[in-house]
């Protein structure tokens, strides 16, 4: 019998023999408008036995799921979680402060803000530097640790909320349907209006250099 995606995810977490596991991912990195959102959740492992823990049968990263999946996963992993850290990093501090760090500052914040520390914290693919609690980088870690995964399906469906609302204030731009990324319909949208407020001036774009060409 084939085991889900939930079941092989949560087996890579349970291997390393930890009863807190903790994960970190982020939502938004290549993103022309909007926040990068970064995300960690910790899971107890000695908790996450029979009933507690089928609602993440279904788990897995964030990227494979369709949003409304995402959605019930989201409230299935809050459900779950011992604990889980939200940081929503605003599209004017990343240009300040640069993309990769931000990037790098939030995942330890959110990795130090769980409670009780985890025994074992794993990472998305980077390396988080001296300053943050103990870590393992794990690549393409979305689709093989659970803790991981559940952190990318937070991050995801939180910044999916807050572009739905920008889609409010900045009607122009189609956030609703693209989420602040790349498509030609966002293209189309700034070389015609100028980016707004919300677009990252320190992301190499195209509609940038042609909005300021013309």
């Not at 995964?149 to 995801?156: F, G, Q, Y």
Request: charged share 20%; glycine share 8%; with cysteine.
């Amino acid at each position: 019998m084939a085991i889900s995606t939930g079941q092989r995810l949560l087996r890579y977490d349970r291997r390393l023999g930890a009863r807190f596991v903790a994960g970190a991912d982020e939502a938004g990195r290549g993103s022309l408008a909007g926040p990068l959102v970064v995300a960690a959740v910790l899971l107890d492992y000695e908790a996450l036995r029979g009933h507690r823990v089928r609602p993440l049968a279904l788990l897995n990263d964030s990227k494979q799921v369709e949003p409304g999946e995402r959605e019930r996963l989201c409230h299935a992993v809050l459900g779950c979680a011992t604990g889980v850290a939200v940081r929503v990093i605003s599209s004017n501090e990343i240009d300040t402060r640069g993309l990769h760090r931000s990037n790098l500052k939030g995942l330890r914040t959110v990795l130090a803000e769980l409670h009780p520390p985890a025994e074992a914290c794993l990472v998305d693919g980077f390396r988080l530097g001296p300053l943050a609690p103990p870590h393992t980088a794990v690549v393409d870690g979305d689709t093989k640790s659970a803790a991981i995964a559940a952190a990318s399906i937070v991050a995801k469906v939180t910044r999916d909320r807050l572009m739905r609302r920008m889609a409010a204030l900045y009607p122009r731009y189609g956030f609703s349907s693209h989420v602040g990324y790349i498509t030609p319909e966002h293209t189309r949208a700034v070389l015609a209006h100028g980016p707004c407020p919300q677009h990252r001036r320190s992301f190499q774009s195209r509609a940038y250099v042609e909005t300021l060409a013309s």
